[in-house]
């Protein structure tokens, strides 16, 4: 904390790296060995996902110190488009964008745990991580920002030292080449790939966290740029380095369509002791991830408190300015999804329409300095922050999402209908809430 009632940069960007490390990285592995046994394209996979999403964090740095208010997509859409578009966007991010991911971790918490322990049952071990977390962070910025920070740390040090033991404990290291060969063209301009590349995508969601919580962040102007960048950059170098890891100490059979693929590599690695030291350490891992969507998800609620009086409710704070009514309405979201809804469809579902939502406020830099140009009363301020190489970075993550959301639509069809019904019943909530709410 640097102010009171503040995040600090350091603290923001804890909430970025926790976001993203999570869930993804220790379970999608599984789902992209199903069909591609190509170590080379792995790799692929995970550094054209590390640059689609710090492409996408440097958009939002733009659009953040532009539009300087929390709520993430929800402001920059409703500023760039019409409120109409906030509104959906804000649907979208506060029953899929986030209540699904939350639940996401929690049931891989619980899944990690009862690996160790059998007699645990995952959903209910899920259930009590949300609520504890969620009691915490409904509390104070010092207990949420302490919080996070210290798990944030605890995650970083232990991927680390994963990697390492791993590496070391393993005699005969698999036999993978990481050089590409004429094999690897058809698998890379296939279905195949580009399905995997929304797993990918999806364990790189959370690199926009910070953006939620702009009004919330000390100085976010000078701030909230090198906290995107360093905390996407940080975390794209911790995947490579956990899926190098991965492919080197377990065959690839024995981690295809698994979902607790840590606890995998970690038998190989130390042996079934060993395994269950690290399978309960990967479990307490992923709670700086529940964590950490607990505090940006219930941002979006709060300011559709703000600006609509059907929902004011969740616009109210408790004495130390924590939005705890949103943060409890988040958490019962979470709680729904966790208890309704099998793993794979709810990453498939959550990814796609968190895809569409970003895409449009990327759409958005060219809309809004298009309006900057024509409008001759605009006076560029030089605190705000400027996408280096524009319009590069923007092309490339329109371009590659774009690309994957076509191949998805072929080749999960039900998915995507299920995102196009959360976009048009986020269409129908806008109307009647502007109707109920004169």
């Known amino acids: 904390m640097s102010k009171q009632g503040k995040f600090s940069a350091s603290t923001a960007m804890a909430i970025v790296i926790a976001n993203m490390i999570g869930t993804g990285i220790f379970t999608s592995l599984g789902f992209q060995l199903a069909d591609i046994r190509s170590g080379f394209v792995i790799m692929l996979l995970w550094v054209l996902g590390g640059i689609v999403a710090l492409c996408g964090a440097l958009c939002y740095a733009e659009l953040g110190t532009k539009l300087p208010r929390s709520g993430g997509e929800y402001n920059f859409l409703n500023e760039i488009y019409h409120p109409a578009a906030g509104f959906i966007s804000g649907w979208i991010s506060a029953t899929v964008g986030f209540a699904a991911p939350t639940a996401l971790a929690a049931i891989t918490f619980g899944t990690y745990l009862s690996s160790v322990f059998p ?33 944030t740390v605890a995650k970083i040090l232990l991927i680390i030292g994963f990697s390492i033991a791993a590496l070391l404990s393993v005699d005969n290291l698999q036999n993978i080449t990481y050089m590409p060969s004429e094999t690897d ?18 364990a790189y969601t959370g690199w926009n966290a910070a953006t939620y919580l702009t009004g919330e962040l000390d100085r976010p102007k000078k701030t909230l740029p090198y906290i995107l960048a360093i905390g996407t950059g940080t975390v794209m170098l911790s995947y490579l380095l956990l899926n190098y890891v991965f492919l080197a100490v377990a065959p690839m059979d024995a981690m295809a369509g698994k979902l607790e693929i840590g606890y995998v590599a970690a038998t190989h690695a130390f042996g079934e002791m060993g395994a269950n030291i690290m399978g309960v350490s990967l479990a307490l891992l992923l709670i700086s991830t529940v964590s950490a969507m607990l505090v940006a998800a219930p941002r979006v609620l ?25 943060i409890w309405f988040q958490s019962t979201m979470t709680l729904i999804f966790l208890w309704t809804a099998s793993f794979q469809s709810i990453l498939i579902f959550s990814g796609a329409t968190m895809a569409i939502n970003s895409l449009l406020v990327i759409f958005g830099v060219f809309v809004l300095r298009q309006r900057e140009a024509l409008d001759e009363s605009h006076i560029h301020n030089k605190e705000d922050f400027q996408i280096p190489l524009f319009p590069l970075p923007p092309i ?5 999402t774009t690309w994957t959301l076509i191949y998805l639509a072929m080749e999960n069809p039900i998915e995507i209908a299920f995102s196009a019904g959360v976009i048009i019943t986020g269409a129908l909530g806008y109307f009647l809430t502007r109707k109920l709410s004169l």
């Open 302 to 326: 709060q300011v559709l408190g703000e600006d609509y009086s059907l929902f004011k409710f969740l616009s109210k704070r408790n004495r130390h300015n924590i939005p705890s009514t949103a």
């Open 119 to 151: 007699s645990l049952d995952p959903l209910w071990l899920a259930t009590i991580l949300v609520v504890s977390m969620t009691w915490i962070h409904a509390t104070t910025h010092k207990n949420s920002g302490g919080l996070q920070s210290f798990f």
């Open 185 to 202: 063209i058809p698998i890379i301009t296939g279905g195949a790939f580009a399905v995997s590349l929304i797993y990918v995508s999806y």
């Open 396 to 400: 490339i993550f329109i371009f590659i």
